[in-house]
């Protein structure tokens, strides 16, 4: 099983489990969800018993097969949810099909399980190429199969805004689209496919994500990442600008210099566009608000933002950064949301205390910010990044740098053992980032993602991944065939999944972390660390 179990044992017999069989008891509609193509069916009393136990935490269980039946006892609805994805994971690759099969086998087995982290990540830019609502539909469901439980989506930069907003029109009407897209590769000539590339998820889609989200207990964190990463925004409203200058829809990658005021309007604007993310999504426990690769020549260059800074006794636009996203996170925190950022706004400084941070650059700035009294989700470049490629080879399709390995992320732990014990306590757990600039379709992003997911999944469910993770990770690979999962062989590419070909990196992803993590210890490192 992936995630493995914190505890599984064998028992005698088994059980014949029906298509349709009657399920019992308390959080009946979580495991009807979580077993969808074995169409259980609600009843009085059922092959299949949950029951609450309130002694377990919200996300934990345990799971009996016997030859009576299946019981399920679990501390919350979350827990049953769980309970059921490994119960489907007892029985054949097959069962993930849609067959006309009656019954399927399920082996007497014990299981007693709970996560070791609360926050079980995977990130989509939707923002460099926009993924319609299926395809995240469908990412949801493979998430939940993998108890991953937070989907961030990446929704504004400078290449696309990809929400509606009724307050705000232009936003959609004129940047969720940009004439052509960059289809080089990272560090050669400029050339393009001159075709048009845009979308956009209407508040209603909004609505229906967060909705079908929550019922496979994944919760959808929106980022709408200001003040850099602004050319779309002010494609649409240049007035929000900090030079009122034009700007179009990025199509090339890399970062703009195009920036946000920081005056109250531009606050008055992000904090009506929280509210129809929020008023759509429903409950929104976290909004990211991004502060990184911002350039702040704009802001220093502006002799009306320079005395807006100095009426409100800032020294420096590092400072003016630092207070515009605390503004941000305090609007948040009105409507009951905490904010996350990534960690160049920690760099910066005065954050809220319960701001989340996101240690991109690496764990060191992560421990800095768990020792300041931050809890932290762990991102690094290295080795959650899956937009870089598995090997240096031309064989992959292509990518930004090389190279990751499902036994990179698989190594990767989370809370690392010389940390102190408050400082690990501040974790919150790991998140995988899937940036899209080179993966234009949701083929593409099957073959980033998976199977490295699986190894992330095993990594924030356990705190590392536990023995015999390769020889499961082959197994569970049968799953992924069965649900269609146009995942990347453990061997290497299909021929088909070659595409545009890599070009290897002259950079050594571990030589990259260096350089940016050293980064982290420049207060004025806003500015961008990846060109």
């Known amino acids: 099983m992936i995630p493995r179990p914190v505890l599984s044992s064998h028992l005698s017999g088994s059980y014949e489990l029906t298509i349709g069989a009657t399920v019992s008891g308390d959080f009946v509609d979580a495991v009807r969800l979580a077993l969808p193509r074995l169409d259980p069916r609600p009843g009085d009393t059922g092959e299949i018993d949950v029951r609450r136990d309130p002694e377990l935490g919200a996300e934990a269980y345990r799971l009996t097969v016997g030859s009576r039946g299946v019981e399920i006892v679990a501390g919350g609805r979350a827990g049953a949810f769980y309970a059921a994805q490994t119960l489907h994971q007892l029985l054949p690759a097959a069962s993930y099909r849609h067959t006309e099969r009656a019954s399927w086998p399920v082996p007497g087995v014990r299981v007693e399980d709970a996560p070791r ?6 990130h989509l830019d939707v923002a460099r190429h926009f993924f319609p609502k299926r395809e995240v539909l469908r990412l949801i469901d493979l998430m939940a199969l993998h108890k991953l439980n937070r989907l961030h989506l990446h929704l504004v930069d400078d290449q696309g805004w ?18 052509r897209t960059a289809v080089h590769p990272h560090g050669e000539p400029v050339a393009y496919d001159e075709v048009p590339h845009g979308g956009y998820y209407t508040l209603d889609d909004l609505a229906e994500i967060g909705a ?9 964190v929106p980022e709408i990442d200001v003040p850099g990463h602004a050319s779309a925004i002010l494609a649409a409203y240049p007035a929000l600008g900090a030079t009122g200058e034009p700007y179009e829809v990025l199509d090339r990658w890399g970062i703009s210099p195009a920036i946000l005021s920081p005056l109250p309007p531009t606050v008055e604007f992000l904090t009506t566009v929280f509210d129809e993310v929020i008023g759509a999504l429903g409950e929104t426990p976290y909004v990211h608000i991004g502060g990184d690769e911002v350039v702040l020549d704009h802001w220093a260059a502006s002799p009306e933002i320079t005395a807006y800074r100095e009426s409100l006794g800032l020294a420096t636009v590092n400072e003016l950064q630092a207070w515009f996203l605390r503004r941000l996170a305090d609007a948040l925190a009105e409507r009951g949301t905490r904010a996350v950022v990534w960690d160049e706004a ?3 400084g005065g954050l809220r205390q319960d701001t989340v941070v996101m240690p991109w650059r690496g764990m060191g700035v992560g ?11 762990a991102t690094p470049v290295f080795p959650l990044y899956f937009d870089y490629a598995e090997t240096s080879s031309p064989d992959e399709p292509q990518a930004i740098a090389d190279a990751i390995t499902v036994a990179d992320v698989a190594a990767f732990v989370p809370a690392p053992e010389e940390w102190t014990d408050e400082e690990r306590a501040r974790v919150l757990g790991a998140q995988a980032q899937l940036w ?18 699986c190894a992330l999944a095993e990594v924030a469910w356990s705190g590392t991944a536990q023995d015999g993770f390769d020889r499961r990770l082959a197994e569970h690979l049968g799953r992924l065939d069965a649900l269609g999962v146009e995942y990347r062989p453990l061997a290497g590419p299909h021929p088909w999944q070659r595409r545009r070909p890599h070009r290897a990196s002259p950079v050594p992803v571990t030589e990259l972390m260096a350089r940016i993590e050293a980064l982290t210890h420049d207060p ?8």
């Open 162 to 179: 990809r929400v509606e907003s009724r307050a705000y029109p232009l936003l959609h009407e004129v940047s969720s689209h940009r004439p």
């Open 436 to 453: 899209t600039e080179r993966v234009p379709d949701a083929r593409t992003a099957d073959y980033k993602l998976w199977p490295r997911a």
């Open 117 to 122: 982290f609360p926050w079980r990540g995977l």
């Open 346 to 348: 920690f760099v910066s």
């Open 524 to 531: 004025e490192s806003t500015r961008p660390s990846v060109s």
């Open 212 to 220: 079908y989200a929550r019922a496979r207990c994944v919760t959808v």
């Open 367 to 377: 421990r800095r910010a768990a020792a300041a009294g931050h809890d932290v989700v």
